[in-house]
């Protein structure tokens, strides 16, 4: 596998920090999970999120699972001065130290970037925050919600008039994970070249930001905007989507005016793309409301497979609306292994989200769940150069 050989100090809670070592775990990189002693990840005592009950048998948690694995874990006691000197030994052997805990508690554990460096200057310091390093609200506590809410993806969502529209959930921190990861695999490369350990920093404020692209460059433009989109006069009819007759969605994404004439033979209506209404881009603009009407019509007169059929003979740009639900079962899905089996030691075979990411020769992999709370301490530890008798002491100090 590609990182087959980077090892990763993992200190990281909730989602953030734990996806982006869970994806460099995935690509071979060996990832030891920290928890504090007597605590853990904070995750590991969110018992319900929107209502859904995270517990598993066996101890285990739903969320914990995803987030964490392809890591063994340890638990340390980071308070005690002891407990941080093992943090600094293993980190002698380390690539990367990840976390996402805020710069204080970074600082008062003796976690910052200053207090690693000198054990190891080629490290690579990866750091996620909430609002970024620098500015008034650099230290504010943040989670999936507030960034969504501050980087103005909830107004850009949803219809006109509509309150502010809460995207998926954990979307802010799904794509700060992948920042984080990103930045990492380019240090790394970047140290490969020129031999010099760095801190890598990203925030969810500023992922959510890049996520918006060329909308949130739009905006800066003096006199442009990028209005929400109104489903029922939309700017453009074939830019929208429809309901078929089984109650499932259609979208369709025909932007260029050579779709028209296909997409009207697809919809057995040849009369409507000579309807002086329509017959081109601007006057289908100048008569979207019309034009939707007549579309949401037609196409809830057949299901949505007979529309499939006809859209794909057609070349046509569209898709199935699904549920998350509905991934599993979804042929492209399974063929690409966007999602995996795996047999789990407690549950047997289940399933996990595959690889956005593919490689020809060195394809990633699920080796390993998420660890139990301390599973590999002394199997790490003895790695890394203490003795059984180092570990009983450490044990006996209630250092691990």
Same mark, same amino acid.
């Given at each position: 596998?590609?990182?087959?050989g980077v090892q990763?100090?993992?200190w990281?809670?909730?989602?953030v920090? %734990?996806v982006?070592?869970s994806m460099l775990?995935?690509?071979g990189?060996e990832?030891?999970? +920290?928890?504090?002693?007597g605590?853990g990840?904070?995750l590991r005592?969110?018992q319900?999120? /929107?209502?859904?009950?995270?517990?598993?048998?066996q101890g285990?948690?739903?969320?914990?699972?995803?987030?964490?694995?392809?890591?063994r874990?340890?638990?340390? *006691?980071? @308070?005690?001065p @002891?407990?941080r000197?093992?943090?600094?030994?293993l980190v002698?052997?380390a690539?990367? /130290?990840?976390t996402?805990?805020?710069?204080?508690?970074?600082?008062?554990?003796?976690? @910052?970037?200053?207090d690693?460096?000198?054990?190891?200057?080629?490290?690579i310091y $990866?750091?996620?925050s909430?609002?970024g390093?620098?500015g008034?609200?650099?230290?504010?506590p943040s989670?999936?919600?507030?960034?969504?809410?501050?980087?103005?993806?909830?107004m850009a969502?949803?219809e006109?008039?509509? %309150?502010? +529209?809460?995207?998926s959930?954990?979307?802010?921190?799904?794509?700060? $994970?992948?920042?984080?990861a990103?930045?990492?695999?380019t240090?790394l490369?970047?140290?490969e070249?020129n031999?010099?350990?760095?801190m890598?920093?990203v925030?969810?404020?500023?992922s959510m930001?890049?996520?918006?692209?060329?909308?949130?460059q739009l905006?800066?433009?003096p006199?442009?905007?990028?209005?929400?989109?109104d489903?029922n006069?939309?700017s453009n %009819?074939?830019?929208n989507?429809y309901?078929?007759?089984?109650g499932?969605w259609?979208a369709?994404?025909?932007?260029?005016?050579?779709?028209?004439p296909?997409?009207?033979?697809?919809?057995?209506l040849p009369?409507?793309?000579?309807d002086s209404r329509?017959e081109?881009?601007i006057?289908?603009?100048?008569?979207?409301q019309?034009?939707?009407?007549i579309?949401?019509r +037609?196409?809830?007169s057949?299901p949505y497979?007979?529309? *499939?059929?006809a859209?794909r003979?057609?070349d046509?740009?569209y898709?199935?609306?699904?549920e998350?639900?509905?991934? %599993?079962?979804?042929?492209?899905?399974?063929?690409n292994d966007?999602?995996?089996? /795996? *047999?789990?030691?407690n549950f047997?075979?289940?399933?996990?989200p595959?690889?956005?990411?593919q /490689?020809s020769e060195?394809p990633?992999?699920?080796?390993?769940p998420?660890?139990?709370?301390?599973?590999?301490?002394e @199997?790490?530890?003895?790695e890394?150069g203490?003795s059984?008798?180092?570990?009983?002491v450490?044990?006996?100090?209630g +250092?691990?």
């Amino acid at each position: 596998m590609i990182l087959e050989g980077v090892q990763i100090i993992d200190w990281t809670g909730f989602l953030v920090g %734990p996806v982006a070592g869970s994806m460099l775990g995935d690509l071979g990189a060996e990832v030891i999970k +920290v928890e504090q002693l007597g605590r853990g990840d904070p995750l590991r005592g969110l018992q319900t999120f /929107f209502g859904v009950p995270l517990g598993l048998p066996q101890g285990r948690h739903a969320a914990f699972e995803h987030h964490n694995r392809n890591k063994r874990g340890i638990v340390v *006691d980071l @308070e005690s001065p @002891e407990g941080r000197k093992v943090i600094y030994r293993l980190v002698e052997k380390a690539d990367v /130290f990840l976390t996402n805990f805020r710069p204080r508690a970074c600082a008062k554990l003796g976690m @910052e970037y200053d207090d690693l460096r000198p054990h190891n200057p080629k490290l690579i310091y $990866a750091r996620a925050s909430g609002f970024g390093e620098k500015g008034p609200d650099n230290g504010l506590p943040s989670i999936d919600l507030i960034p969504q809410a501050r980087s103005g993806i909830m107004m850009a969502s949803g219809e006109p008039d509509m %309150p502010p +529209v809460h995207i998926s959930t954990g979307l802010a921190d799904s794509v700060t $994970a992948i920042m984080l990861a990103y930045g990492v695999v380019t240090a790394l490369l970047g140290r490969e070249r020129n031999g010099q350990g760095q801190m890598v920093t990203v925030s969810q404020l500023g992922s959510m930001m890049a996520l918006q692209g060329f909308v949130t460059q739009l905006r800066m433009f003096p006199g442009l905007d990028f209005p929400r989109h109104d489903r029922n006069t939309p700017s453009n %009819p074939l830019y929208n989507y429809y309901k078929c007759q089984d109650g499932k969605w259609v979208a369709l994404a025909l932007i260029l005016e050579r779709h028209w004439p296909l997409f009207c033979h697809a919809l057995e209506l040849p009369e409507l793309e000579k309807d002086s209404r329509f017959e081109n881009i601007i006057k289908r603009r100048e008569n979207r409301q019309e034009l939707t009407a007549i579309l949401d019509r +037609v196409i809830a007169s057949r299901p949505y497979s007979e529309w *499939d059929r006809a859209f794909r003979e057609a070349d046509l740009i569209y898709g199935p609306i699904q549920e998350i639900a509905d991934l %599993p079962h979804d042929p492209q899905v399974i063929e690409n292994d966007y999602m995996i089996d /795996f *047999d789990h030691p407690n549950f047997g075979k289940v399933q996990y989200p595959g690889f956005p990411v593919q /490689f020809s020769e060195t394809p990633p992999s699920l080796r390993m769940p998420a660890p139990e709370f301390g599973q590999h301490t002394e @199997e790490v530890l003895l790695e890394n150069g203490y003795s059984w008798e180092d570990i009983a002491v450490l044990g006996e100090r209630g +250092v691990i």
